[in-house]
């Protein structure tokens, strides 16, 4: 393919030198026979939408957004989905002219449709616990409500910030807040999930095999070794556990398909990756 025909594309961030998004796209474009340029960038929140112009301005079709600029990338567009409005952050950003720039976040559907594939993860129905309610949360709670479960518990450290999560998200199902204390005393759950930033402390959240139902999972948004605690504190507790890579694979399918209309085989590209970090 010329080099014109290149699919541009770039995921912004700080840190991003280690992101694995520059493989997992390359891998998706070799599965649909396209042509990447994708291209980690580093930004911080003066710099980024000048960066950001120059890739749009350069033929760029869009990029990927990680921490801590998906409130600017948000920010940045003209048109929004509605889990972005909610969340008010985007993790990708579809250049279609000059004027018209669409930003989406596709974490939610990527986690929900990482957790379909996962056995016995039915969320239809289901009593759902989330852990943490900042930005990872917040990016995910919508398409987690929409999936239909009885109820989503949200534990946070500080009930406050647990409560502007839920108003930002009112009418799309039922939802209780708490502190972590007070899962001790919640009937057992189908499903907690982790979204609090511990593992990047080395640290995890409490949790207890009586948190969770019989064939209940533990699900944490975070991968590689910010995953290693609650991932070594389920092993040692008997929980079932599952780290979030399938998740970040899951999001970079979604938005590989808004930037191509194409959908990649995003169980494949999962188990290449898994090959390289167990
Ligand atoms: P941000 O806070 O920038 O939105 P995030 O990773 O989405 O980033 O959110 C961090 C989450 O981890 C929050 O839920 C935070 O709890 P608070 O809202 O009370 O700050 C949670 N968290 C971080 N450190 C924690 C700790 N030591 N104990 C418990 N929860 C913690």
Request: with cysteine.
């Amino acid at each position: 393919m010329a080099s014109e025909q290149k699919l541009k594309l770039a995921v912004f961030g700080n840190p991003v030198a280690h992101s694995l998004s520059p493989r997992i796209h390359r891998l998706f474009a070799g599965q649909c026979g396209l042509d990447v340029d994708y291209r980690a960038i580093e930004a911080n929140r003066e710099s980024f939408p000048a960066l950001v112009a120059r890739l749009a301005a350069g033929g760029g079709r869009g990029c990927n957004i990680t921490v801590p600029l998906k409130h600017e990338a948000w920010k940045l567009a003209a048109r929004s989905s509605e889990c972005a409005t909610r969340a008010r952050a985007a993790n990708t950003l579809v250049f279609n002219d000059a004027e018209d720039w669409y930003a989406d976040s596709t974490d939610g559907n990527g986690l929900v449709n990482h957790l379909e594939t996962l056995p016995g993860c039915a969320l239809a129905g289901s009593r759902l616990c989330l852990i943490g309610a900042g930005g990872a949360a917040a990016s995910v709670l919508g398409a987690l409500l929409e999936a239909g479960p009885d109820i989503v518990f949200i534990a946070n450290r500080t009930r406050d910030r647990a409560a502007e999560v839920v108003d930002a998200h009112s009418g799309l199902g039922v939802m209780r807040i708490g502190t972590n204390q007070d899962l001790a005393s919640c009937e057992p759950f189908d499903l907690i999930i982790n979204a609090t930033s511990l593992g990047h402390d080395g640290d995890a959240p409490a949790l207890e095999p009586a948190w969770l139902k019989p064939d209940g999972l533990c699900y944490d948004m975070n991968y590689g070794g910010a995953a290693d605690p609650l991932r070594r504190l389920c092993q040692e507790k008997g929980i079932r556990y599952s780290d979030g890579l399938g998740m970040l694979v899951g999001q970079a399918a979604l938005s590989f398909t808004l930037w191509t209309g194409m959908t990649p085989d995003a169980q494949a590209v999962l188990e290449i990756l898994r090959r390289d970090q167990p």
